[in-house]
């Protein structure tokens, strides 16, 4: 598509006319026509107005001129899945589980690589060639080419050491010693909470990201231990296959 089919194809969906549109990114509604006839396209402030508004990249907003790569894992990248700054704003370099509210969530290669190999695995790669993959890809990536650039001198991973210290502290019967927590999105819908301030979190939300893992139970059977934390909370549940009969079992706020 080109940039004018985008743009009405956007607008019509949205339920906004060409004067409503043009009201909200600040420019007159005879512009609008012209991106939408083809005689022009948005500048790139505008780009990024219109980014925001619709919630699509930049990319997607000239017709998709290019395949857009994660920076970080490889994954090939689609709007419903890049990363976002601090200010919820879309970055087109990342996806959401590399980079979080304007945070690398990963500065250790060999962890991304243990991540990533199980949903490999699902598409057909072997563990050894997802690993030989993933250890030759990785390299060429403009984020691990510039980590010590971009990293943030371990400051992540230590709030990271310090959660997991902080839940294995709290000694939950039948959850194994927690290791490792992953930048999650998603969404389940099953396990939702009241949390004391009146707020209603999900174990997993599509706006936020959080940091968490789900580990068996030191008991085996069906139910696992889902942990989800953030600067402000632990919440621990555990949950049945699929994320059946939810219980909690410990909220904590930090």
Request: glycine share 10%.
């Amino acid at each position: 598509m080109n940039t004018k089919d985008v743009l009405y194809e956007l607008r019509t969906k949205k339920g906004l006319s060409q004067e409503e549109l043009a009201e909200k990114v600040f420019v007159t509604r005879q512009a609008v026509s012209r991106w939408e006839n083809g005689e022009t396209v948005p500048n790139t402030e505008t780009l990024k107005l219109l980014s925001g508004l619709f919630g699509v990249s930049i990319n997607t907003l000239l017709g998709s001129p290019r395949q857009l790569v994660c920076q970080c894992c490889g994954m090939p990248l689609e709007d419903a899945i890049l990363g976002r700054e601090k200010d919820g704003t879309l970055n087109e370099e990342y996806c959401q589980w590399c980079y979080a509210d304007g945070t690398y969530t990963y500065s250790d290669m060999d962890d991304l690589i243990r991540v990533c190999i199980p949903h490999m695995e699902k598409a057909g790669f072997t563990e050894e060639e997802a690993r030989a993959y993933m250890k030759e890809k990785l390299p060429q990536l403009d984020y691990w080419k510039r980590y010590k650039e971009l990293g943030d001198g371990g400051e992540f991973e230590a709030f990271k050491k310090q959660l997991i210290e902080e839940i294995n502290a709290l000694h939950v019967e039948g959850m194994p010693t927690l290791t490792c927590l992953n930048a999650l999105v998603g969404e389940y819908v099953n396990l939702e909470y009241p949390l004391p301030n009146g707020m209603r979190v999900k174990f997993l939300n599509d706006k936020t990201t959080y940091l968490g893992n789900q580990l068996e139970s030191e008991f085996g059977g069906e139910r696992c231990f889902g942990v989800l934390a953030n600067m402000d909370f632990i919440l621990i549940c555990t949950y049945g296959e699929g994320g059946t009969d939810p219980e909690l079992v410990l909220y904590k706020k930090r």
